[in-house]
């Protein structure tokens, strides 16, 4: 049982590592929380850590992982997602079985789609690569529209589902609402998997990992080539 204080620190910890990736400085919990000092926040944190919710992580500023909600919160918060955030559709690799989160099993084959090279979940790299080879993928995955796949490197998406070695299925698309995984292109020479904010006239490509900084550029310096739909593994 959580008090109400340890709870709102909870939420608001986990809220905002789900809108930036990034956790809230202690400054910013203490006012967000309308307490005096930031003594009552390290008090708040170690019972939430000492209660099993909350990980601090060694050797970073700031890290904070939320390890579990309570049992009461967390049915509704993941109601209340509103589509924006990614659940995997995995595809294992090895067995040749699909398992999309939330649906039932393939029943309308295969279809194969080129992989175009490798996408930075890291520091950004050289723009989208040639086709180099097609896979498949099950048929329902990809309804509608243009698709393609690429290779993932890097871990700056591993809370959103997304890890090095990964193989994610693109839909080729030239704009993106705010929350969408994209792939996006900065400067016309730098390719990297994000999520997308839009800051006013500023564009923010976020990463899904605190280790990692969000980027803001100006809308002509990004152009958005794709969105993440699902995502292959091979185990």
Known sequence: MLTRKQLELLMFIHE????????????????????????GIHRLITALEERGFIRRLPNRARALEVVRLPDSVAPSLAAARNGKAFAPSVIEGSLGRQRPVGSGDDKNGAVSIPVMGRIAAGTPISAIQNYTHAIPVPADLIAGGEHFALEVRGDSMIEAGILDGDTVVIKRADGADTGDIVVALVDDEEATLKRLRKRGASIALEAANPAYETRIFGPDRVKIQGKLVGLIRRY
């Open 16 to 39: 905002r590592l789900k809108e930036t990736g990034v956790p809230p400085s202690f400054d910013e919990m203490k006012d967000a929380l309308d307490l005096k000092s930031k003594s």
